[in-house]
């Protein structure tokens, strides 16, 4: 058991029993192995089913919209790039801050369940961790691996493990990562010739299903109609024709401009296995290099691209 | 019944035969994943992977689909007049299906093919394909094809099951387009039906001993719908779904389609898409009404169509093939076969 699970269960129910929030969301045990299930604890009975592990990564704050009845505040387990979702959302008007109340967790990055699943020819029956060693059971052989070395690309990169805005944490914050070049993968993008670009691009959506799992993991994708959906006027071709399918992408990863908090939901949610944060990363980098923006760092900041500033870069302008 | 024994040596000189008559289709690795694709000159297909991520139902009901087309040029006689396009409906042959997959095209006839409706589209390319089965030796944890009435050697809709006997397939060949592609590769090693029988029972028993994976649903006949669609849990089984439409794209047995027209300069085509309960566009009415506004309220459909109104209407057992595809693949880990047994309890 993650050394978070107890103390996560402790925190949610003396959440619920002094009513400080109405309900917890968090994660339950999943039913097959590696797998977690966002869960709302609403008593404190429920609260002993909340646990932690490396595969909750899923980002809970894509919950948030979508809770009607809940006269109290609404308790979420946060770490870094939930809470930074959650700042995204009290910016831009989805939820009042008032409402929330935040059980900080403080994340040493979760696993790529696909990498993993790669380095057994059978599936996948059992799975465990202890501190920074993952064990790994199929019939045929068990593997115990270095955490570290088979996170997903996202946390691999994360420089906010912990979380940005909290009520309470779950434990003592976590070191951060200092990361040398944060944008290596985006700049081997950027120096192909555009022949090059298309074809990498062509390559990376063309087992797209459009299935809509990326969009509907992403805490950003909160349309109440999103454009792919809209019937009067129809912008896209509803088909598998592939130029259908790349405007879905390009322009699901142009709402995420100066959004994205790249927590990696849409390529864990993916059952194709696309790593579609190619295209919101390179948007980040714009972000960070044009306008010095990382998103849902701090509720009083106005996101560069809802906002004007005189200085702005304007070199696009002939 | 004729049993042919083909040693895994010929196999891939037998299939390079059957290229003159029939397209093949088959698992075949893509990246990191296994996907069932038409197989290409010298690719033959994987018959030792585990399940491809979608189900081989793409092979007949293709996620989209060209059904009509019309000129809209008005100088031309037959302008605005939807004629039936042409399809390549010659012989294709699926290598390797998992015997619960091909049982689920039976499931999708219910649908398709009846005394009062023939979709031409499906019609035509089920009368061209062959199936040609790989019985299930080791099932996954995710298999829970017996709780279904099928099982990893159901023979209920193959032409053809192979049997893995290590160096050998036993081939039992069922139909009489089964026996075409059979001799169409050259496979002509008849062998003893008794003791093949006898092999083949044996295996079946291990494999159908060695699923772990089980769902009871003898009670839901019992239950009336309005007590099943008005049970109180279906707020928390659907508290964690995103909505997403993998589910139902992964699933051999999903059925239903929107039917889409596209126009470019003086043409038009008229295409079907494989559609999905889970979104909210799915029910929306033109007058902007939704019966199914909330993400509870499709979800519940979902099981409710596949372990309940289907069993009701067609007492042909749940539809639903055991194959646990919608298991593994769900983004948040909803569970089809807890689902069922909390329905069923």
Not at chain 2, 16 to 40: M, N, P, T
Not at chain 2, 43 to 54: A, F, K, N, Q, R
Not at chain 2, 153 to 164: A, G, H, K
């Amino acid at each position: 058991m993650h050394t978070y699970t107890e103390k996560i269960q402790n925190l949610a129910k003396d959440v619920l029993k002094q009513g400080k929030a109405e309900m917890v969301i968090g994660f339950k045990q999943g039913t097959i192995p590696m797998a977690a299930n966002p869960f709302v604890a609403k008593n404190e009975n429920d609260a002993d089913n909340l646990i932690w592990s490396s595969t909750c990564g899923l980002n809970l704050a894509n919950y948030l919209p979508g809770i009607k009845k809940c006269e109290g505040k609404i308790g979420i387990i946060a770490k870094g790039c939930d809470s930074r979702n959650i700042v995204t959302h009290i910016v831009e008007n989805k939820i009042d801050r008032e409402k929330l109340y935040i059980i900080g967790l403080p994340c040493t990055g979760m696993v790529d369940k696909k990498q993993i699943a790669l380095l057994f020819d059978d599936e996948i029956t059992q799975f465990s961790e202890e501190g920074n060693t993952l064990i790994v059971k199929s019939e045929t052989k068990e593997e115990k691996i270095n955490k570290q070395e088979y996170l997903r690309s996202n946390c691999k990169t994360c420089t906010h493990r912990n979380p940005v805005i909290y009520d309470e944490l779950v434990s003592d914050l976590v070191e951060e990562q200092i990361i040398e070049d944060q944008f290596a993968d985006v700049k081997k993008i950027e120096a192909m010739s555009s022949e090059e670009k298309w074809d990498f691009f062509d390559k990376l959506t063309e087992d797209c299903i459009r299935c809509y799992a990326c969009r509907n993991a992403c805490p950003l994708c909160y349309c109440p109609t999103c454009f792919v959906d809209e019937s009067g006027p129809q912008w896209v071709g509803k088909g598998q024709n592939t130029d259908d399918i790349k405007t879905f992408h390009y322009l699901r990863a142009y709402h995420c401009a100066g959004r994205c908090t790249d927590c990696g939901a849409c390529e864990e949610a993916c059952p194709m296995d696309i790593k579609v944060r190619n295209f919101t990363r390179k948007l980040n980098k714009d972000s960070l290099e044009l306008f010095n923006w990382e998103a849902g760092l701090d509720i009083s900041q106005r996101p560069p691209l809802d906002t004007y500033q005189p200085d702005d870069p304007d070199d696009f302008i002939m | 019944m004729k049993i042919i024994k083909i040693d895994k040596k010929e196999w891939e000189q037998g299939l390079d035969k059957s290229r003159k008559e029939y397209h093949l289709f088959g698992a075949v690795k893509d990246k990191d994943y296994y996907l069932i694709q038409a197989l290409g000159d010298k690719v033959y297909p994987d018959m030792e992977s585990s399940d491809t991520i979608l189900s081989p139902k793409s092979v007949i009901f293709p996620q989209t689909e060209k059904m009509l087309t019309a000129n809209l040029d008005e100088a031309q006689d037959n302008h605005h007049i939807m004629e039936r396009v042409e399809t390549d409906y010659s012989p294709r042959a699926v290598l390797g299906i998992k015997p619960y997959d091909a049982k689920a095209f039976k499931i999708l006839q219910l649908n398709f093919d009846t005394e009062e409706f023939k979709d031409p589209y499906f019609c035509d390319a089920y009368a061209a394909t062959t199936l040609v089965g790989l019985a299930v030796n080791n099932p996954g944890q995710f298999d829970f094809s017996t709780s279904v009435d099928t099982g990893p050697f159901d023979e209920t809709d193959l032409d053809v099951l192979l049997i893995d006997t290590g160096n050998e397939y036993l081939a039992k060949v069922i139909t009489d387009k089964g026996e075409n592609f059979i001799s169409k590769c050259g496979f002509d090693n008849q062998t003893d039906e008794k003791n093949a029988l006898e092999t083949i029972s044996k295996l079946k028993k291990k494999a159908e001993k060695a699923i772990v994976s089980t769902v009871s649903h003898d009670k839901l006949n019992g239950k009336t719908i309005l007590e099943l669609y008005n049970a109180p849990f279906w707020d928390d089984i659907a508290f964690s779904c995103i909505n997403c439409e993998t589910c139902t794209y992964v699933c051999p047995t999903c059925w239903c389609f929107d039917i889409q027209d596209e126009t470019k300069d003086k043409s038009c085509i008229r295409f079907r898409n494989w559609d999905t309960c889970m979104s909210r566009l799915f029910t929306e009415h033109a007058s902007g009404h939704n019966p199914r506004e909330g993400k509870t309220q499709r979800v519940r459909q979902r099981f409710m169509h596949k372990l309940k109104y289907f069993p009701d209407k067609y007492d042909q057992g749940l539809m639903c093939v055991g194959c646990g595809r919608c298991v593994k693949h769900c983004p948040v880990n909803i569970d089809i076969r807890e689902i069922c047994e909390q329905m069923n309890s």
